[in-house]
Nanobody, 124 residues
Framework: QVQLVESGGDSVQAGGSLRLSCAVSGYSNSNWCMGWFRQAPGKAREGVAAIAGASSTKYADSVKGRFSISRDSARNTLYLQMNSLRPEDTATYYC??????????????????WGQGTQVTVSS
């Protein structure tokens, strides 16, 4: 069955970098839309970045220029490179799969499969 497993979360200082990974099994993600979402305590879940098709990507304004989403089709793995991290980036990060859409989007309700999340903590 389809399964998404995140890894790479850690505690870092402001200005540092992390690379999150999401291993996908059960379905190919070569064309389907995949995204990263995050949720901080007391706040709503928000979209961070998404990728679909050959090179279609979408980023939240708050992470443009700092985060980069990519995927390795051969390894069926999704990545989120996070640079210049800020304390406000602190959250649980989730990867998700939308198996019905082949364009990048951040509409969380349209994603059908979710991982369990990985914690990112950025200290000031």
């Amino acid at each position: 069955q389809v399964q998404l497993v995140e890894s790479g979360g850690d505690s870092v200082q402001a200005g540092g970098s992390l690379r999150l990974s999401c291993a996908v099994s059960g379905y190919s993600n070569s064309n389907w839309c995949m995204g990263w979402f995050r949720q901080a305590p007391g706040k709503a879940r928000e979209g961070v970045a998404a990728i679909a098709g050959a090179s279609s990507t979408k980023y939240a304004d708050s992470v443009k220029g700092r985060f980069s989403i990519s995927r390795d089709s051969a390894r069926n793995t999704l990545y989120l490179q996070m640079n210049s991290l800020r304390p406000e980036d602190t959250a649980t990060y989730y990867c998700a799969l939308d198996p019905w859409v082949e364009y990048a989007h951040l509409g969380d309700l349209q994603y059908n499969y979710w991982g369990q999340g990985t914690q990112v903590t950025v200290s000031s």
